[in-house]
């Protein structure tokens, strides 16, 4: 479960933001919540952020997940090692000399660990790794780079056990110790990094925001017929016509039939067929794109990140989505979105520490804070205030 995410000189993020999955002390919609009875908090199940365009919101989410990759992905090499990729801010350039960190809130199997790192264009600046057993956080390492000495100091818990100091002589200033650690015999960090490796799913494209490749979907009804079953039933509770669909290998790849009512010469009642791509409309194609990653993310309670949901979709298609993301989510998954549809900024589905504002200043650099921040009386028209420009986050148009 992700509980915050912080970063700093980050694409259009050049100070400090915080987003936070972490539940607000607010009444209503007690089902979009999840108890985390050892901490006595709630986290959201959902969070929706909304902004103009070239606002910073897909940035946010690239923050999130480029974080991710940069953990999974790195890895020692003894003879040459690449340079991790450094995401600044661009607006000013005395950014490039500065650092960029990631700070990520996490819970596994009911325990709060926050992990952070912080590096340049050279090398990484600082690591560090906090549990939560107690209101008093156990450090279980940290290792910061010492400008006077040109070397890094390093402090381990008592509780951090196996191979660290092996580890430690073989991570090298561009890589993380974290990565390092959990191919090795250090239970804790093992622990973290599977949790980055396996509990967040992404679906952004840059190069056309909403719009994915269906193979998720396709691959998970290959697996198992009971896969194919849950689709279907998904599908004709949004109203769509699709009886049937048949997936196939092949060498050019996955390839699908959709199959409809329809009469022969006879009038007699037939199934139709229909190829996937090419003869479905692009908003049936973005639905079962998105409906394999949204059940498996259900099942299995992981964290699931959308770059414009709603793109092509009807509003009432979309809240339909969303409210099932409510009310069947018995895992404990999470679903953080951007969207344009103003129509979803809905008292009736979303308490307002669920929806997010991302601004920018005349330089580009963006700005995120939550609707709770705001002084919103009971029942007013939220749509209304936003696309009047009270919470900000709305394109000037001149």
Not at 153 to 160: E, P, T
Not at 222 to 245: G, R, S, V
Not at 373 to 387: M, P, R, T
């Amino acid at each position: 479960m992700l509980l915050y995410f912080k970063t700093f000189n980050n694409f259009s993020y050049q100070d400090e933001v915080t987003f936070s999955m972490v539940a607000g002390a607010y009444t209503d919609h007690l089902e979009n919540t999840i108890n985390v009875e050892k901490y006595k908090i709630k986290t959201l199940k959902t969070s929706v952020i909304y902004g103009a365009n070239a606002s910073g919101k897909s940035n946010l989410l690239k923050a999130i997940t480029n974080g991710v990759v940069l953990i999974q992905n790195s890895f020692i090499d003894s003879k040459s090692f690449q340079q991790m990729p450094f995401f600044h801010n661009l607006t000013n350039e005395k950014n490039e000399s500065l650092f960029t960190y990631y700070v990520y809130g996490i819970l596994i199997e009911g325990i709060q660990f926050e992990y952070s790192f912080a590096f340049n264009q050279n090398q990484i600046l600082e690591e560090r790794l906090l549990e939560y057993r107690s209101q008093k956080p156990i450090q279980h390492f940290i290792r910061k780079y010492n400008t006077v000495t040109n070397v890094y100091d390093w402090n381990f818990s008592s509780l951090f056990t196996g191979k660290k100091e092996t580890v430690k002589d073989i991570t090298n200033s561009k890589t993380l110790f974290l990565t390092i650690g959990s191919q090795t015999e250090l239970p804790v960090a093992i622990k973290v990094l599977n949790w980055f490796k396996f509990n967040i799913v992404w679906t952004i494209n840059s190069d056309s925001p909403g719009n994915l490749n269906p193979d998720y979907t396709l691959k998970y009804i290959l697996e198992n017929p009971n896969h194919k079953e849950t689709i279907l039933k998904w599908l004709q509770e949004a109203d769509f016509t699709i009886e049937d669909i048949l997936v196939e290998e092949s060498i050019a790849g996955l390839k699908a039939t959709t199959f409809h009512k329809g009469r022969n010469t006879a009038g007699e009642e037939i199934l139709t067929a229909f190829d996937l791509t090419s003869q479905e409309s692009a908003g049936t194609n973005r639905f079962i794109a998105w409906i394999g990653v949204w059940i498996d993310v259900l099942k299995t309670g992981k964290v699931l990140l959308i770059d414009e949901l709603g793109n092509s979709m009807h509003t009432l298609l979309s809240k339909h989505l969303i409210s099932e993301f409510h009310s069947k989510n018995v895992n404990n998954a999470q679903l953080i979105f951007t969207t344009h549809d103003t129509n979803l900024m809905n008292p009736e589905l979303f308490r307002r520490d669920q929806i997010w504002i991302v601004d920018r200043d005349k330089l580009g650099n963006s700005k995120l804070y939550p609707l709770s921040d705001y002084n919103i009386k009971k029942g007013k028209i939220l749509e209304n205030s936003y696309l009047q420009g009270v919470y900000g986050g709305i394109p000037h148009i001149l």
